[in-house]
């Protein structure tokens, strides 16, 4: 199991928990928000079609070879159109800076992101890079180069 070293950013809330898996079963940990001091009694409000880097108050350090896959609460989509503008976003081994979610609003109503909420969930995943080769022809498929759709309906 693949340790994940964190640390607090300075001005962070300590109450507000760690990553954390919320069953048994589940793939990915919860990130939750970590709003500046004066934002957190009144949470940050997400207009309709409004994205923003929401702070999660955390640096982490991921083992070489892994990556940290940031993805959307299934629930906050279905519920309010809230999900991330760049999902899957990739936190790389090497990167030590702040940890944010960008958060995008596609409600129709304005949405409140409480301090401490679960915003995101973290997937763990091992990394396997390529060697990219410049080649003169590739090999033929029986799809070929159908593209979008070829294969049926959407």
Known sequence: MPQIKVL?????????????YET????GADLRANLPEA??????VLA??????????????????????????????AKHGVTLANAPGTIDSDYRGPL???????????FTVGHGERIAQAVIAPV????????DALGDT???AGGFGSTGRG
């Not at 048994?24 to 793939?27: F, L, Q, T």
């Not at 079609?49 to 959307?72: A, K, N, Y």
């Not at 979610?101 to 304005?110: D, Y």
């Not at 390529?130 to 080649?135: E, L, M, N, P």
């Open 8 to 20: 607090r950013e300075e001005g962070a809330d300590a109450a507000v928990a760690l990553p954390s």
């Open 24 to 27: 048994a079963g589940a793939a």
């Open 39 to 44: 934002d957190r009694a009144a949470g940050w």
């Open 48 to 77: 309709p079609m409004e994205r923003r880097i929401v702070p999660t108050g955390l640096r982490v350090e991921i083992p070489d070879g892994f990556e940290m896959q940031i993805r959307p609460r299934s629930g906050l989509a």
């Open 100 to 110: 944010g979610v960008i958060l995008i609003n596609l409600g129709a109503e304005p």
């Open 128 to 135: 396997v890079q390529a060697d990219y080769v410049q080649v």
């Open 142 to 144: 029986s799809r070929g």
